[in-house]
């Protein structure tokens, strides 16, 4: 596998390799991204995946430093999965610091979004410079991050990019619990706890399917999460393409949370059903 620094190594590394496959992540790789690896590799026939703790999606400096970084063993999962190469730049090499950025579309506004200020036109500038860089056939996300693919889908269309965006479902810890880099900072108790997320939101998709109220629905999650310790910041039935909320959700719709535990964000989203 090869392991690029620079732009240039990029460019000169991906000449004339058929079918490219990319799984942009910051690093910290887990079995979900090992997933989004895997679906590349047997999909195309060589799979970049780039490793990068993108400045400009933090809002928060410490959110920033707390941000694992675990790159020798990031490298060998990738290649075990598959990948033939690892893009693993410096800031410097992917920002020139002349401002020039790419902003989110309509996709980004409310829940992360709202919460999270700037963060999608960070995630949109540095996606938009690995497309251009690696013009792939197919780029890898994860639906644990539904408004980012929701982004991404706009950034897509909006700026032409001929690729195809390959959606993987979110890969859950046997107690529920949807694996996230963030886990790793929640206590043995807190994680224990975290599972619940899951299944109060599955309790209260499958009573909005049943006829329950969105409303009613929402305020009992609400309610149940706040019993069980976390603190929510967000909870909504959406629309997965344009992130719109709804009040009538159906069976294409999500239910979609932010919580905090114990000093850790989490998100989730799970189907209508
Ligand atoms: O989902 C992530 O890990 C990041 O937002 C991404 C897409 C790699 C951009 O930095």
């Known amino acids: 596998m090869i392991i690029a620094r620079t732009l240039a190594e990029v460019r000169q590394a991906i000449q004339g390799k058929g079918a490219a496959g990319l799984v942009p992540t910051m690093g910290a790789l887990h079995e979900g991204h090992i ?39 990031d490298f060998e999962k990738a290649e075990k999965a598959g990948a ?7 800031a410097a ?6 401002g020039v950025s790419v902003r989110a579309g309509s ?12 963060h999608f036109d960070g995630v949109v500038s540095i996606v938009a410079k690995l497309f251009t860089l690696f013009y792939p056939d197919r780029a890898y996300f994860g639906l644990k991050d539904l408004q980012q693919c929701a982004v ?10 001929p690729i195809e965006l390959r959606l993987i479902e979110t890969l859950r ?27 109060e939101m599955m309790e209260a998709a499958s009573a909005a399917a049943g006829g329950q109220p969105a409303g009613q629905a929402l305020n009992r999650l609400n309610a149940r999460l706040e019993t ?38 989490l998100i989730d989203n799970v189907p209508v059903i």
């Open 35 to 73: 997933s989004l690896i895997s679906a590349s590799a047997q999909e195309c026939d060589f799979t970049s995946v780039t490793v990068f703790v993108n400045p400009t999606q933090f809002g928060d400096n410490s959110d920033f430093d707390l941000y694992p970084r675990t790159e020798a063993e």
């Open 84 to 90: 033939q190469l690892v893009f693993a730049p410096s």
């Open 93 to 98: 090499e992917m920002y020139s610091g002349t």
């Open 107 to 118: 996709a980004a506004n409310g829940l992360e979004g709202a919460s999270r200020p700037g």
């Open 152 to 161: 991404i889908q706009q950034l897509i269309d909006e700026q032409l990019f």
């Open 173 to 199: 810890e046997y107690s529920g619990l949807a694996l996230s880099s963030r886990n790793e900072r929640l206590s043995p108790t807190d994680k224990a706890q975290a599972s619940k997320l899951y299944h």
């Open 228 to 265: 069980a310790g976390f603190q929510v910041e967000y909870t909504a039935f959406v629309d997965p393409k344009t992130m719109a909320t709804t009040e009538t959700p159906h069976r294409l719709s999500r239910l979609a949370a932010a919580v905090q535990l114990g000093g850790v964000r």
